[in-house]
């Protein structure tokens, strides 16, 4: 029973005890009689003195468990005149006072870092303890390239994510590197923080697709220009001699044959430097020079200029416009040469009877679709590298070109194979 109860029981049971004495002492005589009012006065007195010495400081600590228990940490008790309780009065008007300045500064630390989360350059997503997705950072949702409601609530490895799929795969506490089909290059690490005594597993996404990709054209670039001038120079003064010799040669008789093999070995050396100077086309590449563009018209000509070789092939081509689609910032004639080596692509991976279909999709977005043989798991990740081919005799620098043009327009872009067996490749206009 509560303190203040059993003070009432007493009152109670000292008021009945004076009551009673009261009725005895009014049978003896009147003496007694006045000293048993005296005596129940003074309890009275008594009890309300109690009462506000020590009852009335119960309800103000009361008060003080109210407002922890309601969490309101700007109120104060005020003093109440008795020594032992202000004393307790003090103590939690400070303890109040510490409580405020401390989920005041939380507050403060938690609005940063939700600022500093959300204004990151690094992917942040955070999971629950049974690892369904709940919350995700701009840039995560970017990276993963999916919306907030679509997202919310799942587990990793049910987002249809390229990056998702990587990321359900990075071991708990582990860094993973990772190259996508989409030429972006990923540092994945899985790592938990403390909340309420749990471990709360995050992932951090950090893009080394910029840094990766200077680098490599830097490399490619020196590697390119170093070859084109000392293959150039050595083709020059063969086929200048062979040129020569087959001229001298041709005026004796019995040396057509040698004169045939002089011819064959200069065509060789026009075709190495041919050959070399491609290369060398790649990091000649000029800076877009954009302007509105119908993209339905665009890939109208494309269609019309691949239509040849694909007949030959017995390929359908095919397209499918959208017609609220709007004019894109591009550069024509660049963008053209992207379309016709990813429809030329698509063509050879099928080689003979198949299908190749165009879509534009709005507000920018154009995709090309076949079903060809495919893109195994593992080329996926090796596609976008320099001067990486599936093909016996690629060269490797028709997806490099793509991706340098792409990569200047600002798309977004990806070629993978999907579940249903059809390669699509996707290019996102900003």
Do not use: W
């Not at 490599?216 to 062979?242: D, F, P, Q």
């Not at 893109?375 to 490797?396: C, M, R, V, W, Y």
């Not at 490099?400 to 067996?421: K, P």
């Amino acid at each position: 029973m509560r303190i203040k109860g059993l003070f009432f029981i007493l009152v109670f049971l000292l008021l009945a005890l004076g009551g009673i004495l009261l009725f005895l002492s009014s049978q003896q005589n009147t003496l007694f009689f006045y000293i048993g009012e005296g005596l129940v006065l003074f309890i009275l007195i008594y009890l309300a003195f109690f009462y506000r010495k020590l009852i009335k400081p119960l309800n103000t600590i009361e008060s003080g468990m109210d407002l922890l228990r309601e969490q309101d940490f700007s109120s104060r008790l005020s003093p109440v005149g008795q020594y032992e309780a202000d004393r307790v009065v003090n103590v939690f008007n400070r303890m109040m006072e510490q409580l405020k300045n401390e989920r005041l500064r939380l507050r403060e630390q938690n609005h940063f870092l939700d600022l500093l989360i959300n204004a990151s350059p690094m992917g942040v997503i955070i999971t629950t303890l049974d690892d369904d997705l709940s919350q995700l950072n701009p840039m995560a949702l970017k990276m993963l390239g999916v919306r907030p409601e679509d997202v919310q609530g799942k587990k990793m490895n049910e987002i249809d994510s390229p990056l998702a799929m990587e990321l359900a795969n990075v071991p708990k506490g582990a860094t993973t590197t990772v190259r996508l089909n989409d030429s972006n290059i990923y540092r994945c690490t899985h790592s938990s923080f403390i909340d309420h005594g749990f471990q709360h597993p995050f992932f951090l996404v950090e893009s080394l697709t910029d840094e990766v990709m200077k680098a490599e054209k830097k490399a490619y670039e020196k590697v390119i220009r170093m070859i084109a001038h000392e293959v150039n120079n050595t083709t020059a003064g063969i086929t200048s001699t062979l040129d020569t010799v087959e001229q001298a040669l041709s005026t004796e008789e019995g040396m057509d044959d040698i004169c045939d093999v002089m011819r064959v070995c200069t065509e060789r050396c026009f075709s190495m430097s041919r050959f070399i100077t491609r290369f060398a086309d790649v990091v000649k590449i000029p800076e877009p020079t954009v302007s509105p563009v119908n993209l339905n018209d665009l890939a109208f000509t494309c269609k019309r200029f691949m239509e040849g070789m694909c007949n030959d092939c017995r390929i359908k081509l095919r397209l499918k416009i959208d017609e609220d689609l709007k004019d894109v910032m591009l550069d024509a004639a660049l963008f053209e040469q992207v379309l016709v080596n990813i429809i030329k692509n698509a063509a050879e991976s099928i080689e003979t009877d198949g299908e190749i279909i165009i879509r534009t999709l709005s507000p920018a977005t154009i995709e090309i679709t076949d079903n060809g043989k495919g893109i195994s798991k593992e080329t996926e990740a090796k596609l976008f590298s320099p001067f990486f081919s599936t093909k016996p005799n690629g060269q490797g620098i028709g997806l490099i070109f793509i991706r340098e043009v792409l990569m200047r327009h600002g798309c977004t872009f990806s070629l993978r194979t999907y579940a249903d067996g059809l390669t699509r490749f996707r290019i996102v206009f900003p």
